[in-house]
């Protein structure tokens, strides 16, 4: 452990194409599924505290950083800095420690890798848990994504940084005070040669400037692979990233899936909200400690 107060270890791989990854091991019990977590585009592992230090030690929990975000390193092909790439980094962490299959937890653009992992190896996905995200996504939210995205703003102070949060996150979170984004600050930034900085590699959005925001795939069918596991789908009420059209849309497609609202949050819940704890702490106790590999995923 780095000091006494942590509850995990800090862990890290190296990928196939040389980078060194980093994440968070929170220790728990052989006896049941560990949770894998995958954070949102411009996050890191420390948005998952909450949620791993609740359920650890009864489950392991990996708090995975992607390439580009935390303490992994930065890729020099920028090209490289997208879900494809990000699915086979988690596939390896999974083969780097063991794990045939985990409860994935993926926030934003980690629910996105998730989807992309249930597409090309749906046997690693006992369950999962998607925050705010889907198979359509909404300009308008794209749109306040873009707006920040890659813009390297650095500040003297982490009140500064939290003011700065504050105004482009402001609408998501209406009901947040001064302490509420100073935490948030600290989750996003670090300091860095005296200054304070966003914790991410901001190449991380020439693949946004070159191939555009939204994905050229269909996601519909990732998500009825996904489907076909035990899930659980997070919505913040008033998202602008995940409408209510597309989150009633995911009900009909899979039927058997449990969906909750998390009242005025937008995008993303922190996981931490009454009504997320209590989703996901009835989702994982209804899980069994082990699930048998899916069946063949469904084409269309």
Not at 127 to 154: F, H, Q, S, W
Request: aromatic content about 8%; overall charge negative.
């Amino acid at each position: 452990m780095n000091d006494a107060r942590q509850r995990f270890s800090d862990g890290y791989f190296t990928v196939r194409d040389g980078l060194r990854i980093h994440y968070r091991d929170y220790p728990g019990s052989t006896d049941a599924l560990p949770l894998l977590c995958l954070h949102g585009l411009t996050r890191n592992a420390r948005d998952f505290a909450h949620l791993a230090e609740r359920h650890s030690p009864k489950h392991r929990v990996i708090v995975a950083e992607f390439r580009g975000r935390g303490d992994s390193e930065w890729d020099p092909i920028p090209s490289r800095y997208n879900p494809l790439t990000y699915a086979s980094d988690v596939i390896e962490l999974l083969d780097q420690l063991q794990l045939p299959q985990a409860i994935f937890v993926g926030t934003s653009l980690g629910g996105l890798v998730t989807m992309a992992v249930a597409a090309v190896a749906p046997q690693r996905i006992a369950a999962a848990i998607l925050n705010d995200v889907g198979p359509a996504l909404e300009p308008v939210g794209l749109d306040r994504i873009m707006a920040y995205l890659g813009t390297d703003r650095r500040f003297e102070t982490w009140e500064a940084a939290a003011q700065a949060i504050a105004i482009s996150q402001g609408p998501s979170f209406p009901n947040y005070g001064p302490n509420d984004w100073l935490a948030m600050a600290k989750r996003n930034c670090r300091e860095r040669d005296g200054e304070i900085v966003f914790d991410y590699d901001m190449n991380i959005a020439l693949p946004f400037k070159t191939g555009g925001a939204t994905p050229p795939i269909d996601l519909w069918p990732l998500f009825a692979a996904l489907a076909q596991r035990p899930l659980l789908v997070i919505r913040g009420e008033i998202s602008q990233l995940l409408s209510e059209e597309t989150f009633r849309k995911m009900q009909e497609v899979a039927p058997q899936a449990q969906f909750t609202s998390v009242r005025g949050v937008g995008h993303a819940p922190e996981l931490d909200e009454p009504e997320a704890v209590a989703a996901i702490d009835a989702f994982l106790a209804s899980l069994p400690s082990r699930i048998g590999a899916p069946p063949q995923a469904r084409a269309g």
